[in-house]
Antibody, heavy 122, light 107 residues
Framework: QVQLVQSGVEVKKPGSSVKVSCKASGGTFSTFAISWVRQAPGQGLEWMGGIIPVFGTPNYAQKSLGRVTITADESTTTVYMQLTNLTSEDTALYYC???????????????WGQGTTVTVSS | DIQMTQSPSSLSASIGDRVTITCRASQSVSANLNWFQQKPGKAPKLLIYGASSLHGGVPSRFSGSGSGSDFTLTISSLQPDDFATYYCQQSYTSPFNFGPGTRLDVK
């Protein structure tokens, strides 16, 4: 059974960066996509970008371009999301979620991590 | 980008009610539409993918329909565990935007 386990709570200063990890276990890693989705307090879901580890090339939402970097390490079955130049608007719960085989979203996002809270505050 | 809208934004219903939530895309997404359920403090759960395919383990009272730009999620007989927020998401083209959500609570 596939599980995604994310890194812990982060508290950051404005202008700094954060790197959140998502470790997959229990299934095939390299050929299944991982997306990052965030949710600001009391708000809806925002797709930020995703990656298929075996291909290595991320796909980003336009809003994420320039500040978000998604990478995958096949040796540790871990996907990372780094967000730079943080502002208070980046305060949110960040989720990783599994997509399809060789596809970012075929058959939906069927397995989700537990979420990582990122708080940006001076 | 494809924009997603949902209606209603909130809904009150009773146990046993039939509930329908609508999702509309700003352009055709064919049948590439997913539905998620989210409860407070929890990660979203996939209910329906490909507009009408039930994800494994999801009760059969949930169903999805539609294609092109207009979609519906139907709960045939509302159960206590169904009170939550529901989101649609298009999986046709990047960015894979979500709808704003529909909050379903107890009447």
């Amino acid at each position: 059974q596939v599980q995604l386990v994310q890194s812990g709570v982060e508290v950051k200063k404005p202008g700094s960066s954060v790197k959140v990890s998502c470790k997959a276990s229990g299934g095939t890693f390299s050929t299944f996509a991982i997306s990052w989705v965030r949710q600001a307090p009391g708000q809806g879901l925002e797709w930020m970008g995703g990656i298929i580890p075996v291909f290595g090339t991320p796909n980003y939402a336009q809003k994420s371009l320039g500040r978000v970097t998604i990478t995958a390490d096949e040796s540790t079955t871990t996907v990372y999301m780094q967000l730079t130049n943080l502002t208070s608007e980046d305060t949110a719960l960040y989720y990783c979620a599994r997509g399809g085989k060789y596809s970012l979203t075929r058959h939906g996002l069927d397995v989700w991590g537990q979420g990582t809270t990122v708080t940006v505050s001076s | 980008d494809i924009q997603m809208t949902q209606s209603p934004s909130s809904l009150s219903a009773s146990i046993g009610d039939r509930v329908t939530i609508t999702c509309r895309a700003s352009q055709s997404v064919s049948a590439n539409l997913n539905w998620f359920q989210q409860k407070p403090g929890k990660a979203p759960k996939l209910l329906i993918y490909g507009a009408s395919s039930l994800h494994g383990g999801v009760p059969s009272r949930f169903s999805g329909s539609g294609s092109g730009s207009d979609f519906t999620l139907t709960i045939s007989s509302l159960q206590p565990d169904d009170f939550a927020t529901y989101y649609c998401q298009q999986s046709y083209t990047s960015p894979f935007n979500f709808g704003p959500g529909t909050r379903l609570d107890v009447k």
